[in-house]
C-alpha cells in the first residue's frame, strides 16, 4: 500500500461522516467499496474490516475537537464564554455543528486561529439573536484575537512619524460593554445600555495579556488618522482644514496617552 495513500484516506476518514457512517453501517461487509479505486479499496478494506477500533479513535477524535471548541473560547475570548455559560447556552452542540460545518477540521496549535473562527460562527447563531449585547462582546473579544493574531507580522517602523503599534486594537461598541468589564460576575445577567463606547484592547508591553480601556471618540478618531504612518504635517492637514493649523494641546495631551499606553509611536 502506498503510506501516502494510507495517511491521506485516514484523514480522510476522520472528517467524512459520510464515509464514516459507510464502514460503520457495512460492519465488516465490502460491497460498498466498489465504487472506489482499486488503490483505495485495498486501504479501505482493511479499515473495514476492524471497523469497531477505526470507530473508537474517529469518536476520540471527534471528541477532542469539541472539548477544544470550548477550549479556544477559554482562551481566546474568555467573557464571551463566561457569558455564554450564563445564559445556559447548549455549547456542546454548538460546538458539534461549528465542527460539522468546519468538516471536522483539526485547528491543532493555531487555537486564536481557531477561536476567531469559532466567533464568526456563533455571532451568525439564531441562538444568540435575543443576546445583542454578548454579539456586542463577540466583537470586542474578536479584536483581542486579531490583536495576537496579528502579532505574526509585525509593521516596519517609519522613524519621525506617528504610526500605530502592533500592540493595540479599538473596537467601537454598541453597548456599554465597559458595564461587564468592571463587574465580570454579571457578564450575560444584566443588560447594559445601548450606548456607543470606545474601547482600546492594548498590550502594555510584549510580555503581557491584554487590557481594556474606555478612549473618547477624539481620542478614537486621532487613532484611525494613522492608519497609516503620517508626519506631523500630514496629520495636522488631516485634523483641520486650514493650511497653518497647529496640533492643539488636547490633541498633544491625548497622543501622547495613546502613547503611554502602548497603542501609537511617536516621531523622533
Same mark, same amino acid.
Given at each position: 500500500?502506498?503510506?501516502?495513500?494510507?495517511?491521506? @484516506?485516514?484523514?480522510?476518514? /476522520?472528517?467524512?461522516? $459520510? &464515509?464514516? +457512517?459507510?464502514?460503520?453501517?457495512? !460492519?465488516?461487509?465490502?460491497?460498498?467499496?466498489?465504487?472506489?479505486?482499486?488503490?483505495?479499496?485495498?486501504?479501505?478494506?482493511?479499515?473495514?474490516?476492524?471497523?469497531?477500533?477505526?470507530?473508537?479513535?474517529?469518536?476520540?477524535?471527534?471528541?477532542?475537537?469539541?472539548?477544544?471548541?470550548?477550549?479556544?473560547?477559554?482562551?481566546?475570548?474568555?467573557?464571551?464564554?463566561?457569558? @455564554?455559560?450564563?445564559?445556559? /447556552?447548549?455549547?456542546? $452542540? &454548538?460546538? +458539534?455543528?461549528?465542527?460539522?460545518? !468546519?468538516?471536522?477540521?483539526?485547528?491543532?496549535?493555531?487555537?486564536?486561529?481557531?477561536?476567531?473562527?469559532?466567533?464568526?460562527?456563533?455571532?451568525?447563531?439564531?441562538?444568540?439573536?435575543?443576546?445583542?449585547?454578548?454579539?456586542?462582546?463577540?466583537?470586542?473579544?474578536?479584536?483581542?484575537?486579531?490583536?495576537?493574531?496579528?502579532?505574526?507580522?509585525?509593521?516596519?517602523?517609519?522613524?519621525?512619524?506617528?504610526?500605530?503599534?502592533?500592540?493595540?486594537?479599538?473596537?467601537?461598541?454598541?453597548?456599554?460593554?465597559?458595564?461587564?468589564?468592571?463587574?465580570?460576575?454579571?457578564?450575560?445577567?444584566?443588560?447594559?445600555?445601548?450606548?456607543?463606547?470606545?474601547?482600546?484592547?492594548?498590550?502594555?508591553?510584549?510580555?503581557a495579556r491584554h487590557k481594556f480601556t474606555l478612549i473618547g471618540p477624539r481620542a478614537a478618531h486621532l487613532y484611525r488618522c494613522l492608519e497609516q504612518p503620517q508626519s506631523q504635517?500630514?496629520?495636522?492637514?488631516?485634523?483641520?482644514?486650514?493650511?497653518?493649523?497647529?496640533?492643539?494641546?488636547?490633541?498633544?495631551?491625548?497622543l501622547g496617552k495613546l502613547h503611554r499606553l502602548n497603542a501609537i509611536r511617536m516621531p523622533v
Amino acid at each position: 500500500m502506498d503510506a501516502e495513500l494510507v495517511w491521506k @484516506l485516514w484523514r480522510r476518514l /476522520l472528517r467524512d461522516e $459520510t &464515509l464514516q +457512517k459507510q464502514l460503520y453501517e457495512a !460492519q465488516g461487509a465490502t460491497q460498498w467499496l466498489q465504487h472506489f479505486p482499486n488503490d483505495e479499496r485495498a486501504i479501505l478494506h482493511a479499515y473495514a474490516s476492524q471497523f469497531e477500533r477505526v470507530k473508537w479513535f474517529v469518536e476520540n477524535y471527534q471528541f477532542r475537537l469539541a472539548n477544544s471548541f470550548i477550549n479556544a473560547l477559554e482562551t481566546g475570548a474568555p467573557l464571551t464564554l463566561r457569558a @455564554l455559560i450564563n445564559i445556559g /447556552l447548549d455549547l456542546p $452542540t &454548538l460546538s +458539534k455543528a461549528f465542527l460539522r460545518q !468546519q468538516e471536522w477540521f483539526d485547528y491543532g496549535p493555531r487555537v486564536y486561529g481557531y477561536c476567531d473562527s469559532a466567533l464568526g460562527f456563533l455571532l451568525e447563531r439564531q441562538e444568540l439573536a435575543d443576546y445583542p449585547q454578548i454579539r456586542d462582546l463577540m466583537g470586542l473579544e474578536r479584536e483581542c484575537v486579531r490583536l495576537y493574531t496579528g502579532l505574526v507580522e509585525a509593521c516596519d517602523v517609519v522613524p519621525g512619524y506617528y504610526q500605530r503599534t502592533d500592540g493595540a486594537r479599538i473596537y467601537q461598541s454598541r453597548y456599554a460593554l465597559s458595564h461587564w468589564l468592571r463587574d465580570k460576575s454579571l457578564l450575560g445577567r444584566s443588560s447594559p445600555e445601548e450606548t456607543s463606547q470606545h474601547i482600546l484592547v492594548y498590550l502594555p508591553n510584549p510580555e503581557a495579556r491584554h487590557k481594556f480601556t474606555l478612549i473618547g471618540p477624539r481620542a478614537a478618531h486621532l487613532y484611525r488618522c494613522l492608519e497609516q504612518p503620517q508626519s506631523q504635517d500630514t496629520l495636522m492637514q488631516m485634523l483641520s482644514s486650514t493650511a497653518a493649523a497647529q496640533l492643539s494641546g488636547e490633541d498633544l495631551e491625548l497622543l501622547g496617552k495613546l502613547h503611554r499606553l502602548n497603542a501609537i509611536r511617536m516621531p523622533v
